[in-house]
């Protein structure tokens, strides 16, 4: 972080923890309980990365393990949410409701280490940047438009980095003035 009164205004990570952490606002704003938002950012972020990863070719559904895991299944309910363009599941644990990794809660914990270690001590003002975002779109547009806004953040990253996962620049002060002009325009 810059000394003094200095706002810093990029963060170099990659594009997996940007989304994690913009999901999990967005489903916040859309009022579901911190727990709950992070562990469907930590889905959406991996259904993301599942979907890229077979549109790339690099790997494909094995129907054989597909009809094995449905066979394990035990009966239940599970709630699909859709967020940032993906369907999440999600089911009531004895902590409350949580996202599904492979047929599995998501831990909220994890999910916290997880963006800590990805975005160190720019984790709280990138989630400041992305609240202030979410906010100044209203209810009724912010299903819609979080995920090509994603885009906007996601094309920066990917400027000039080779690689699925290598990291690159996210500019805050970008996030800033998207909203400062949704607030403008919502006002």
Same mark, same amino acid.
């Given at each position: ?6 706002? #810093? ?6 594009? #997996?923890?940007?989304?994690?952490l913009?999901? #999990? =606002? ?5 009022? *579901? /309980? ?7 950012g ?6 993301? +990365? ?15 393990? =597909? =009809?094995? /895991?449905?066979?394990?299944? /035990? ?18 644990? @004895?902590?409350?409701?949580? +996202? ?15 963006? @800590?270690?990805? *975005? ?7 989630e400041? #940047? ?14 819609? /438009? ?6 906007? *953040?996601?094309?920066? $990253?990917? +400027?000039?980095?080779a ?11 970008? $996030? ?12």
């Amino acid at each position: 972080m810059p000394a003094g009164n200095a706002v #810093a205004t990029q963060v170099t990570v990659n594009r #997996a923890p940007v989304l994690t952490l913009w999901a #999990a =606002v967005v489903a916040r704003r859309l009022g *579901f /309980e911190r727990e709950e938002a992070l562990t469907m950012g930590r889905v959406v972020a991996g259904l993301n +990365a599942d979907a890229r990863g077979k549109a790339l070719g690099r790997y494909h559904p094995r129907t054989e393990a =597909v =009809v094995r /895991e449905r066979k394990r299944l /035990e009966p239940g309910v599970v709630l699909h949410v859709y967020l940032l363009n993906r369907l999440v599941p999600m089911a009531r644990t @004895q902590a409350g409701l949580r +996202a599904l990794s492979k047929d599995k809660p998501v831990s909220p914990e994890s999910v916290e280490r997880y963006l @800590q270690s990805k *975005f160190g001590e720019m984790l709280g003002p990138t989630e400041t #940047a992305m609240r202030r975002l979410a906010g100044a779109i209203p209810d009724a547009e912010l299903a819609a /438009e979080a995920d090509p806004l994603y885009e906007v *953040f996601r094309r920066q $990253i990917l +400027a000039g980095v080779a690689g699925s996962g290598a990291a690159g620049m996210l500019d805050l002060e970008q $996030i800033r003035r998207l909203a400062a002009r949704r607030a403008r325009v919502s006002s």
